[in-house]
């Protein structure tokens, strides 16, 4: 399993961005596919997003709308989620996750998960 530690959120308003990063303990990060996912207050986890080992490849959720866009610097063991144009309910907690997978969607396919960011968009 690999470490994950996420950082970047904060409370932003309406219309912002923020650039949500995950720094990765492994020394085999770009053998992971990376994602992201997040928990809106009071509903279930949802998946965000997804980047292949390469970064050659991404996936995104229907409503990213071009809105979020993820990335990574195999340099820096790290995975980033560019966050434009927020609107309050994008509001939740962000999590970043590992996988041996491709360009996993689900959760189960994840092995290691970091402890979360909280995004906060005010109207």
């Known amino acids: 399993q690999v470490q994950l530690v996420e950082s970047g959120g904060g409370l932003v308003q309406a219309g912002g961005s923020l650039r949500l990063s995950c720094a990765a303990s492994a020394r085999t990060f770009s053998s992971y596919a990376m994602g992201w996912f997040r928990r809106p207050p009071g509903k279930e986890r949802e998946f965000v997003t997804a980047i292949n080992w390469s970064g050659g490849s991404t996936y995104y959720a229907d409503f990213v709308k071009g809105r979020f866009t993820i990335s990574r610097d195999t340099a820096k063991n790290t995975v980033y989620l560019q966050i434009n144009s927020l609107k309050p309910e994008d509001t939740a907690v962000y999590y970043c996750?590992?996988?041996?997978?491709?360009?996993?969607?689900?959760?189960?396919?994840?092995?290691?998960w970091g402890q979360g960011t909280q995004v906060t968009v005010s109207s």
């Open positions: 996750a590992a996988s041996f997978g491709r360009l996993p969607s689900s959760a189960y396919e994840y092995d290691s």
